[in-house]
């Protein structure tokens, strides 16, 4: 197969930016978006899955996030993600050797508690309800006597403001799982998600330190029982999201902290995802070299996470379950081939172009023909800047189009998905059209460099803003507030590819459930490379002239 030479191609992914109904809710639609508009009617234009089974995790119900997205496009193929995974290692019971072993053995023995830190969801994105209730059950069969829990809040990957029922849930769960027993078992700290521990790529380490004040130190701001923190953090500011309650620490009837961190403890993140655990996890680890905040005393524990977050920095060195291994990612087969390649982003997505996309794998695969851009994010709430990056990010791309001798360009941008997850539907528009905007500046000097252009995105966001009923009827509050939501969603992706270059293509017939795992495929078939046998199908391939 042969494609003009030289010709680059670029791929443009617009972070959470689906197809929607089209409805008054729906922020792509409402938006301004000439050249989005001009791309999907002059080139060619496709619908693809980017959600549960179609990017590896348990069920179709589960809604794609940035993380199984990007590993699925480099990947080529679908891998078990997540809570698959960790569904996987549970059902063959793999989770309940090694590292969990040790840490039962630290409590039971050396009479230390077991700390359990994480996201209190269902939304299967960072963590699973179903993942912390087998722990529980683990721990009770195990013997541990003393377990404290620190849960952090949601409100975007579930319902939001509705984190006191998660609470209510666990303390239910709990109270059942130690009655008639003199077993030890708490909830000690919490705090919204957004600000309390799980910052992400060294955006904003305050909002791990506040978190490692809540938990280790139990420092943070008292509050007799988790369900009176959230109550009254929501009465002192009505229709506060919960990602952004404060954290909070749990007191007893002396004002002393119910469950701080001490020496002899151990500590379990069972969070899944990466990301937005790899910080604290630093935080328990590290050494004297420690960069992001003064720590205090350390105190000397046995730590483990969920599973591997970092995979070149071996981060966390224990964990319970093992990731997947991904193997022959597009970048890689394109550095094999010493084509340069270049991957820009703004922080809050710098790690999905490069780290996910290659497989979790942060580093280059080859330094000499691969280029990383990161630019570096605001550190506001990203309503109040909706732009975000999207201007510079393009200012890079067409620089490099310009300098040439880059033949895949990859990048994203992070508006619709960012700026999405504030529930501020005026400024997710904004967003939206500032992304539109630069990918009509790229693609202008895509066009003028003569190459192919590719648009899709990672999963929904921004086209689905409002919550819904089991009917897809949107809810409103008692005085007729559209109830703003802040998740992801399960809607289907654009595939937009405009070929500059005078080469023609056409869709392929018959794929089956074509989605983001044929994208590794399809831009190979697009820069004129051999496709490894295990990928799924290229979408596209040349014109019958």
């Known amino acids: 197969m042969s494609t003009p030479a030289g010709r680059p191609l670029v791929l443009v992914v617009m972070d959470g930016v689906g197809i929607g109904t089209g409805d008054e809710y729906d922020a792509v639609a409402a938006a301004r978006t000439p050249h989005l508009d001009a791309l999907g009617r002059d080139g060619i234009s496709l619908q693809i899955a980017a959600h549960g089974t179609h990017v590896g995790l348990s069920s179709d119900s589960d809604m794609g996030n940035s993380e199984v997205g990007h590993n699925t496009m480099g990947a080529g193929r679908i891998i078990p993600q997540g809570a698959k995974r960790v569904d996987d290692a549970v059902l063959g019971g793999e989770i309940w050797e090694g590292a969990w072993r040790d840490l039962v053995a630290r409590v039971t023995q050396g009479g230390g508690t077991l700390h359990l830190i994480g996201l209190l969801s269902d939304g299967n994105v960072h963590s699973s309800w179903e993942h912390l209730m087998l722990l529980l059950a683990q721990a009770k069969t195990d013997g541990v006597q003393h377990l404290r829990l620190h849960g952090l809040l949601d409100g975007r990957d579930v319902e939001d403001r509705t984190a006191d029922r998660y609470v209510a849930r666990l303390e239910e769960r709990l ?54 923190a959230i109550s009254t953090l929501r009465a002192e500011t009505p229709g506060i999201s919960d990602q952004l309650l404060e954290a909070f620490t749990v007191v007893d009837a002396d004002g002393e902290p119910v469950g701080p961190v001490r020496d002899g403890d151990a500590v379990v993140i069972f969070n899944f995802r990466g990301d937005r655990a790899i910080e604290l996890t630093r935080a328990f680890v590290e050494g004297e070299e420690f960069p992001g905040f003064d720590r205090g005393d350390r105190p000397d524990v046995f730590f483990a996470g ?69 630019i570096p994010s605001d550190r506001i709430e990203f309503d109040k800047a909706p732009r975000m990056k999207a201007a510079e990010t393009a200012d890079y791309v067409i620089s490099a189009l310009e300098e040439g001798g880059y033949t895949f360009l990859r990048s994203n941008l992070a508006g619709g998905d960012m700026v999405g997850h504030t529930g501020n539907f005026d400024a997710t528009i904004l967003a939206v059209e500032a992304v539109d905007e630069a990918v009509g500046r790229i693609a202008e000097a895509v066009e003028a ?13 921004s086209e689905d803003m409002v919550e819904r009923d089991k009917a897809g009827h949107p809810r409103t509050s008692e005085d007729g507030t ?46 004129g490379l051999e496709v490894p046998e295990e990928y799924r199908p290229s979408l596209v391939t040349p014109a019958k002239i």
């Not at 920095?313 to 084509?339: F, K, W, Y």
């Not at 460099?449 to 966001?461: I, P």
């Not at 869709?507 to 983001?516: F, H, M, Q, S, T």
């Open 175 to 228: 109270a059942a799982l130690t009655e008639g027993t003199d077993l030890d078992w708490k909830i000690a700290s919490g705090g919204g998600r957004m600000v309390t521990t799980m910052d992400r790529y060294e955006a904003n380490w305050s909002v791990v330190e506040a978190g490692w004040q809540a938990v280790v130190q139990g420092s943070a701001r008292p509050f007799p029982s988790a369900g009176e």
């Open 449 to 461: 460099a003569g190459g192919c252009l590719v648009v899709t995105a990672d999963h929904g966001n």
């Open 306 to 374: 969920m599973t591997l977050y970092d995979g070149d920095t071996n981060m966390p060195p224990v964990r319970l379950v093992q990731p997947p291994t991904i193997e022959d990612t597009v970048s890689e087969v394109i550095a094999r081939s010493g084509l340069r390649q270049l991957a820009a982003s703004e922080t809050q997505k710098y790690g999905h172009m490069t780290y996910f996309w290659n497989g979790n794998r942060s580093d280059p695969f080859d330094p000499e023909t691969e280029t990383y851009i990161d």
């Open 482 to 527: 559209p109830l703003w939501k802040t998740a992801h969603s399960t809607n289907p992706v654009p595939l937009l590819i405009a070929d500059y270059s005078g080469q023609q293509w056409q869709v392929v017939d018959g794929v089956e459930a074509p989605g983001l795992s044929n994208l590794a495929a399809t831009l190979l078939v697009l820069l």
